[in-house]
């Protein structure tokens, strides 16, 4: 079976449940809630991270930031080559009950790029602080629902990211000493 029909038999069973999410972003606090996490999860986040754990643990963090900074730089190689190869698009487009609670960085959904982020610089992150994880998982759960809330997901892009992210941070570990 071909990507591009596989895809189609999924999207039809994930509509509704990406109808039913997206229309809690007709609540103006939780549409803004949503686009707030969805903006941080996009590299605000994670780079203020970066810097500040140096920062607030000394040079020893400076190990934890590095190893983040190419885990995200190889994960937005991983994703942008999905993206470009698989080319799955976005429930919005496909759905007109679906509406767009934030415009789009990309064309297409598979997988999902700020879960992907979120799942390996949290898990890359908790390995050496284990301390943020109150702050972390809520953060990390958040973006990935902000997703299909927002209408620029599937649940599969999301889980599929979620995935490829933690396997991108654990296969990290065999290259650090």
Same mark, same amino acid.
């Given at each position: ?43 605000? *986040? ?23 900074? @190419? ?49 390996? *610089? ?9 301390? @943020? ?39 990290? *570990? @065999? *290259?650090?000493?």
């Amino acid at each position: 079976m071909r990507i591009h029909s596989l895809f189609q038999r999924m999207d039809g069973y994930e509509l509704r449940i990406c109808e039913v999410l997206n229309r809690i972003s007709r609540l103006r606090s939780v549409r803004g809630f949503f686009v707030a996490v969805s903006r941080l999860g996009n590299g605000v *986040f994670w780079y203020s991270l970066i810097v500040l754990l140096p920062i607030m643990h000394g040079s020893e963090a400076m190990t934890a930031s590095i190893h983040m900074t @190419l885990v995200g730089l190889v994960g937005v190689l991983i994703y942008k080559s999905l993206k470009t190869r698989l080319v799955r698009e976005r429930p919005y487009i496909n759905r007109a009950t679906i509406s767009l609670g934030t415009p789009p960085l990309d064309m297409y959904s598979f997988p999902s790029g700020h879960t992907l982020h979120a799942v390996a *610089f949290s898990t890359v992150a908790l390995s050496y602080f284990p301390h @943020l994880a109150p702050l972390l998982f809520p953060f990390t759960l958040a973006v990935a629902l902000s997703r299909v809330v927002l209408g620029l997901h599937y649940p599969t892009d999301v889980a599929a990211g979620a995935v490829i992210g933690l396997a991108l941070a654990y296969s990290s *570990f @065999l *290259f650090v000493a």
